[in-house]
């Protein structure tokens, strides 16, 4: 797949002396001071919008933040020298990144505020300390207490009642109907008829209508009309593609700002073509049928520009036992001949009756 960058976002991370969030580019809590751990987690604001920063976003494309081998204070990518000791960044290690932050929706979502736990004042969604009093409000729970499930009403309950006693019933009629088709009987019957079908397709030379790409099209075939068809998937765009793009998402780029990219492919149409060719095809069939043991394939004689195509064969026996008729289909002319007039034979008859298998009698 090709991956598209739709831009970028700041990232947030919380500090853990005291569980302020703060920007993601920040090197130091906004509340308490304290330095952004070399480990940090970077998240993504649930509001979080595509940033136009021009810095920002090229800090974010240099690569991962380094950090100090001596005073491990953080620098952006390619220092020579750290900002804080002023020591040789050679030996430096990069910030992890790459990793997924999470899904992106451009669409502001709305969030719900959050109360002092010392005054009891209601601050903005996202805020890191009280408008009023100054108290750190990171982990602070939403003011807006959660929704009771809600129960659902009477005829809703019923509706669920009847269909769970519906598709009990459905369950026990095809139990029952397989236990009924399980049940099997010996029956002592006597073949009454033998029928027989073969038929042979005839083919001749003639036009032919088929279809196909219009680059697999037979040499010699006459070409007719086409039209644009989905015929594969690349990761490049070409002539008459389209592109398919999965849901945006944030990757961390160890800077505290997230690049937002979605994976893309692109669906390619090319001519479907119609086309006429000069091939075998069916212009007639010859049937022969009996009722006795000796089947025979139909003979005919062909022309010039003709042969035999597909042969077809299909065999019937009926068996009487005191007036009631039972049917079996041979597979093969072999067995056919097994069943010959007046022969008698025990059939396993279920409760349909359906001849699950035979025997002769003798």
Known sequence: MAK???GFVELIWTCPRC????????????ACGAPQPENVTFEQAPDAKLITDAEKIARAKAGPDIHCPYCNARNPAGSKFCGACGGDQ????????????????????????????????SNAAGASDCSKCGTVLGGVKSSVPL??????????????????????????????????????????????NVEWTRSVVIEAIGPVEREGWWDQIPS???????????????????????????????????????????????????????????????VDTATLSGRDLRPAWPSRALGSDQRFGDHEE????????????????????????????GSDWVLNVNTFGSVLSLKPAN
């Open 220 to 282: 010699g075939a006459q070409q007719g009309s086409c039209y644009l068809k989905y015929r594969y998937t690349q990761d490049q765009p070409a002539a008459n593609s389209r592109e398919v793009c999965g849901t945006p998402y944030t990757v961390d780029t160890g800077t505290g700002i997230g690049e937002v990219v979605k994976e893309c492919v692109y669906e390619v149409s090319e001519d479907w073509c119609s086309y006429t060719v000069m091939d075998w095809k069916t």
């Open 19 to 30: 569980s302020t969030k703060n920007p993601g580019p920040n090197k130091f809590c906004t």
């Open 314 to 341: 299909s065999y019937t026996v009926s068996f009487d036992a005191d007036g009631r008729t039972y049917t079996v289909t041979p597979k093969s002319e072999a067995e056919f001949r097994r069943y010959a007039l």
């Open 147 to 192: 929704p009771a499930a809600k129960t659902a009403p009477a005829s809703s309950r019923k509706l669920y009642g009847i269909l769970a006693v519906a598709g009990l019933l459905v369950v026990c009629v095809i139990a029952g109907i397989l236990w009924l088709a399980s049940r099997t009987e010996g029956v002592t019957a006597s073949v009454a």
């Open 4 to 6: 598209k960058t739709i």
């Open 90 to 121: 050679a030996r430096a290690k990069a910030r992890a990144s790459g990793g997924v932050v999470g899904a992106f929706s451009q669409a502001a979502v709305a969030a719900t505020p959050v109360v002092c736990p010392s005054c009891g004042s």
